[in-house]
């Protein structure tokens, strides 16, 4: 097979994993605090970050040498912010409806991107930033009398992971890959080792076992991910990352006995391709900028 068949192979075990480890955390999350459960978690990741860092050319020294330190340890924040809010959102809210709502964050980080990193959008882009948050309008539509203010925790989500992306493409200006992944492990092992044991709870034997699974998850999937980016663009593998939504449906369906809206249905698939227009497009555009130069 090729590198770039590789890639798609890993990028699709990484996104399958995913999607495990999220079902798993929901299954967690409705019986412990997910603060307790992600720093559980953040232990194993970070502790793979590390040994992955130590064998590297140079080791940790080099590995953990950054320019923007700051901002490394404001992106590691995040990502741990990130996951309490994913994972409490599995809880209350659903599988299927959040990753629906989340299939909107490239959309919204077009939109930050333009203020923030000073990005053009030409009218393309544009639209389908206009037609997805119709879709994510959709997919938020009160189903009764009034609207389910828990779905604002979804929506906060969103907007925070869009942040991280964008403190990500910052950092990746003047730092590699691989310290960037470093802090994204490291901080955030350290900002839910602060508050996580305030949280602290004794599980049973029998989750204690699906918590090792979480943690297996976790690390395995950053695993093939990363491969999966070692041979392909981003723009490749973002759209094999909407695989979740399909995953989190199916399993939110069969599993919790969740139900999906004509709404939730609808919003997501248009959502769902104007995200992948907008990522589509700024690999375009991306591309054009390079030859330019």
């Known amino acids: 097979m090729t590198s770039k068949t590789h890639g798609y192979i890993f990028a699709l075990?990484?996104?399958?994993?995913?999607?495990?480890?999220?079902?798993?955390?929901k299954h967690l999350a409705s019986t412990y605090p997910p603060i307790f459960v992600t720093m559980i978690r953040y232990w194993a990741f970070a502790l793979f970050t590390i040994v992955l860092a130590s064998k590297m050319r140079g080791g940790l020294q080099a590995t953990a040498r950054t320019k923007r330190p700051l901002l490394q340890v404001v992106r590691g924040v995040l990502l741990a912010v990130q996951v309490v809010l994913a994972i409490t959102c599995f809880a209350v809210?659903?599988?299927?409806?959040s990753q629906a709502i989340f299939s909107a964050t490239p959309i919204l980080i077009a939109l930050l991107s333009m203020p923030i990193?000073?990005?053009?959008?030409?009218?393309?882009?544009?639209?389908?930033?206009?037609?997805?948050?119709?879709?994510?309008?959709?997919?938020?539509?009160?189903?009764?009398?009034?609207?389910?203010?828990?779905?604002?925790?979804?929506?906060?989500?969103?907007f925070n992971f869009a942040f991280y992306v964008i403190a990500t493409r910052f950092v990746s200006r003047e730092d590699s890959s691989m310290t960037s992944f470093f802090y994204t492990g490291v901080i955030g092992g350290i900002t839910m080792t602060l508050v996580g044991p305030f949280?602290?709870?004794?599980?049973?034997?029998?989750d204690w076992g699906w918590?090792?699974?979480?943690?297996i998850t976790s690390i395995s999937s950053h695993y093939f991910l990363i491969r999966a980016y070692d041979v392909l663009d981003a723009a490749a593998v973002q759209p094999l990352t909407y695989l979740s939504l399909v995953y989190a449906s199916i399993i939110g369906v069969t599993i919790y006995d969740e139900t999906l809206s004509l709404?939730?249905?609808?919003?997501s698939v248009i959502v769902?391709?104007?995200?992948?227009?907008?990522?589509?497009?700024?690999?375009?555009?991306?591309h054009r900028a390079a030859a330019a130069n």
């Open 199 to 206: 949280y602290w709870s004794w599980m049973s034997p029998g």
């Open 263 to 267: 709404n939730t249905i609808i919003g």
């Open 93 to 97: 809210i659903g599988l299927a409806r």
């Open 117 to 158: 990193l000073g990005e053009r959008v030409g009218w393309r882009r544009w639209t389908a930033i206009g037609v997805g948050l119709c879709g994510v309008l959709l997919i938020l539509k009160p189903e009764g009398e009034f609207f389910d203010v828990k779905l604002l925790l979804a929506i906060l989500s969103c």
């Open 13 to 25: 075990l990484a996104t399958t994993i995913f999607s495990l480890q999220d079902a798993i955390s």
């Open 211 to 215: 918590m090792a699974l979480v943690c």
């Open 272 to 286: 769902v391709a104007a995200g992948i227009f907008t990522i589509w497009r700024e690999h375009v555009v991306g």
